[in-house]
């Protein structure tokens, strides 16, 4: 690149704060709280705007024990999330089709391993998501993934809320040579 290309793309990005911009897919958190003795939960959600948080304790049921998945759209609004056992909608219910990936009997917490599950954005397509996650023969001291799964999270249904429209899926793996 010559040096005036170089400085021309350089004083556009400084000066030009508008043309730069990042996806926000990350920009909702929510973390768990809970008393075990009570069997209450609730939910930590912090929402990031530009160099600012806000962290809101929500009143909520759903256990997050350590597994945690979640996707915000581009503009940074809560999609969806999952805690290993079930998928939940922005409203912090099940979403349609989003039960049982774990037994919720075995884990009523919510699924005790982390980074079990991840959503990510279905590419050039709008508001629908991939949710991988795997399936565990034995869950003792050790944590064997037996295989991997998917499942695909189409947010146009239920007016924004979304729906499972298709679950645990195999995911093909090609062996590495």
């Known amino acids: 690149m010559k040096k005036g290309s170089f400085t021309l793309l350089l004083a556009a990005i400084i000066f030009c704060p508008g043309v730069c911009f990042a996806q926000k897919e990350d920009n909702v958190w929510i973390t768990g709280a809970a008393n075990f003795v009570q069997d209450t939960f609730k939910l930590n959600h912090i929402q990031f705007t530009d160099d600012t948080f806000q962290a809101t304790l929500i009143n909520k049921s759903v256990p997050i024990f350590v597994t945690l998945g979640i996707i915000s759209d581009t503009t ?83 007016n924004g809320l979304g729906k499972v429209t298709q679950k645990k899926s195999p995911l093909k793996i090609q062996p590495i040579p």
Do not use: W
């Open 76 to 158: 940074g609004v809560l999609q969806c999330y999952s805690n290993g056992v079930h998928i939940y909608n922005a409203d912090h219910k099940i979403m349609q089709n989003g039960n049982d990936f774990q037994s919720e009997t075995k884990f009523p917490f919510g699924y005790p391993f982390p980074q079990a599950v991840i959503i990510l954005p279905m590419p050039d397509s709008q508001g629908v998501y991939f949710m991988i996650d795997g399936v565990h023969p034995d869950i003792g001291t050790d944590v064997i993934t037996e295989r991997l799964r998917y499942s695909i999270i189409d947010m146009q249904f239920n």
